[in-house]
């Protein structure tokens, strides 16, 4: 009887619905709550029957300052008042306990051995809720308020009687303990902020590896903190227990102070001052309130810890591959172009003509760019620490390689077109125009990483990049084979040898960066 009346109470003093669908049950509203529907109805308690018998009249939601819900019911004979929430609250409201079948006056013994057993299983990484409830002597047929609960029944939260607890356990998945290692991989330091006891909290930021030698603060030890004692030791703390959304907003002070980047997780209405604060918001999808969706910046439509850190992970490689097609593009036009003016100036023949030009801008700034877009992320592209948000899409290293590498194309393509002259104009300017193509296109090869060797990430292993390189060759020879074609674009067939040059002088851009790659200092400076 006493189980039962314990598990009544938490299926009543509850909004969450359970449903039968044709694959099974489902819960709809707060996964605490549907597992207490899920209890009351393992223990054959028909949760439609109790509700029409006990129809609730009134409610006080859960909140987080008040850590309690409290619901009022129409009884047979009368009012009842039935609680749930963190077991030292409902305990402060509670002077009798329920036991036997009747209530008798609660002890202060009775109530370190329920904070004890209550301790314990908190040490168990156990969620605790304390029940209770209380007989309001009203009569029914009077019941007509709109107000609520609480300034209707002012002492419905007092003198109540302790049922007892309810333990739960939502075992935290196994991507999620490794996400929270990639997390600390790539510079990103997890946080928990919960209102769970703090034993509990504990409990479960050791097992996921949140918690390892930092402090652990609770809401009230917070408060008891000036904001200068507290921005001394925020970066220290790891987990922070039976908080309330004020001090959720206290922590992202914090941490604005010491310049740091925050990205701060969310559901309820009271969360939204602290997800629109935070520099990233992100709400949860599923369980999220409309309010905390509409304050966030992102929102997971999953409500799962993991998508946050494929959602970094992809950002960051969308920002690597602007990078590297941005780069790709400045380094090929500011080589050719270099060539085109001092081949211009330096008295020699113009070594393109404008359909030349043409040519190769849309087929050599089209696709292999797109390609390089296209890129997969590279190895470790979650061990790099994180870049400032304010810095430019050039850093030192990609600016040095624009140039550098802009220079040594430069170099190469007007070396062989000066070399050819002596066989000709029109053959000179079709050993430029080829070898200019087929430099360009080695070294978007180049511009896959810039700290990896290509061989390390696979020549194959950016399918885009290959039919862009193929694309690129099957254009190209018609033009210097099909005769109607070589009128157009006045270019001349070359031979094997000339191949081997074009060739030779070519694959130099890839030798010189994949030899750059392996000096000291480059991955460093990768990320200056």
């Known amino acids: 009887m006493h189980l039962k009346k314990l598990l009544t109470i938490g299926a009543l ?38 509700k029409s018998l006990q129809p609730r009249e009134e409610e006080t939601p859960f909140s987080s300052e008040r850590k309690r819900m409290t619901t009022i019911h129409s009884i047979r004979n009368g009012i009842v008042a039935y609680s749930k929430g963190a077991v030292e609250v409902i305990l402060d409201t509670c ?38 409830y209380r007989i309001l002597k009203y009569d029914t047929d009077n019941w007509h308020s709109k107000e609520s609960s609480i300034s209707a029944y002012p002492d419905a939260e ?6 007892g607890m309810v333990g739960m356990i939502d075992p935290p998945r196994k991507e999620v303990k490794e996400a929270i290692g990639v997390c600390r991989n790539a510079g990103i330091k997890p946080i928990m902020i919960t209102g769970d006891h703090k034993l509990t909290a504990v409990a479960i930021a050791k097992e996921l590896g949140i918690l390892n030698s930092g402090l652990t603060l609770s809401g009230s030890e917070l408060d008891a903190l000036t904001d ?9 703390v790891e987990v922070y227990a039976r908080v309330s959304p004020n001090h959720k907003l206290r922590i992202i002070d914090a941490f604005i102070k010491k310049v740091r980047v925050v990205a701060m997780t969310g559901d309820g209405v009271n969360d939204a001052p602290a997800l629109k604060k935070a520099d990233i918001g992100i709400a949860m999808g599923i369980t999220g309130t409309d309010v905390s969706k509409e304050a966030s910046d992102m929102i997971l439509t999953d409500d799962n810890f993991v998508s946050i850190v494929w959602a970094v992970k992809e950002g960051r490689v969308i920002f ?60 470790d592209i979650m ?16 600016l040095f390689y624009i140039f550098g590498v802009g220079f040594w194309i430069c170099a190469v393509v007007l070396g062989v077109f000066i070399w050819a002259l002596g066989q000709g104009k029109q053959y000179a300017m079709t050993m430029f125009f080829v070898t200019l193509i087929m430099i360009r296109t080695f070294n978007a090869f180049n511009c896959r990483s810039a700290t990896i060797s290509l061989f390390k990430l696979g020549l194959l292993t950016n399918r885009w990049l290959i039919a862009a390189f193929l694309l690129t060759v099957f254009t190209t020879l018609p033009i210097l084979y099909v005769p109607f ?31 750059a790659k392996f000096l000291p200092g480059i991955r460093r400076k990768q990320n200056a």
């Not at 007092?158 to 049922?163: A, D, G």
């Open 228 to 236: 200068e004692e507290f921005e001394r030791i925020v970066e220290e």
């Open 320 to 379: 690597a591959n602007i990078r590297k097609f941005l780069t790709y593009l400045l380094t090929d036009n500011i080589g050719a172009t270099l060539a085109y003016v001092i081949a211009m100036f330096g008295g020699w023949p113009l070594p393109l003509t404008a359909l030349q030009i043409l040519f190769i801008n849309l087929i050599m700034d089209g696709p292999k760019a797109i390609s390089l877009g296209l890129e997969p992320p590279e190895p």
């Open 485 to 515: 074609l070589q009128k157009i674009f006045d270019v001349v067939p070359l031979n094997l040898k000339d191949w081997s040059i074009v060739f030779l002088a070519s694959i130099t851009v890839l030798i010189v960066v994949e030899t």
């Open 13 to 50: 003093c509850n909004d969450s619905q359970l449903h039968s669908t044709t694959e099974g049950w489902t819960i709809k509203g707060n996964p605490t709550e549907g597992a207490m529907l899920v209890a009351a109805a393992k223990a054959g308690i028909n949760l439609e029957e109790i």
């Open 158 to 163: 007092v003198n109540m009687v302790f049922v």
């Open 95 to 132: 002077n009798y306990i329920y036991r036997d079948g009747k209530k008798i006056e609660i002890t202060y013994e009775d109530k370190e051995n329920i904070l004890n057993c209550a301790h314990q299983m908190a040490d168990s990484a156990l969620r605790v809720l304390g029940i209770s």
């Open 383 to 398: 061990k790099r620490p994180p870049r400032d948000p304010k810095a430019n899409i050039f850093n030192r290293h990609s």
